[in-house]
């Protein structure tokens, strides 16, 4: 089961902040929660750090190419028992929303 809540609070025109947290559970596992906050900067650019209660650190940065795309890069980092036998892993991550609405009189020819 995934539960997940944020809020985005607009500070003024050219940055915004998005604290949010995503619970995973299974009944055969213990929970693990992931408390995240997030910059985002003149609707562009996105940066941000999420902690996670099974022992990680995660940095990211976003870029949002176009409304259509985000390009985000990140780096998980493991701070507990395995932070002697990991270095942490890179991941880099494409979005394209497909519900994307243009503005045209018709969408055929756009």
Do not use: C
């Not at 609070?9 to 408390?35: E, G, M």
């Not at 990680?56 to 985000?70: F, K, T, Y």
Request: hydrophobic fraction near 35%.
């Amino acid at each position: 089961m995934l539960i997940t809540a944020g809020y985005l609070y607009q500070l003024n025109p050219q940055l915004s902040l998005q604290p949010s947290t995503l619970i995973r559970y299974n009944p055969d596992q213990s929970a693990i929660v992931d408390i995240s906050a997030n910059a985002l900067i003149q609707n562009r650019v996105w940066t941000g750090i999420t902690y996670r209660t099974n022992s990680e650190i995660i940095g990211m940065a976003g870029w949002q190419v176009s409304p259509q795309l985000r390009v985000t890069y990140s780096f998980d980092y493991p701070t507990g028992d395995l932070s002697s036998l990991n270095s942490g892993s890179h991941e880099i991550s494409l979005q394209f929303d497909f519900g994307y609405k243009i503005n045209t009189a018709n969408p055929r020819f756009f």
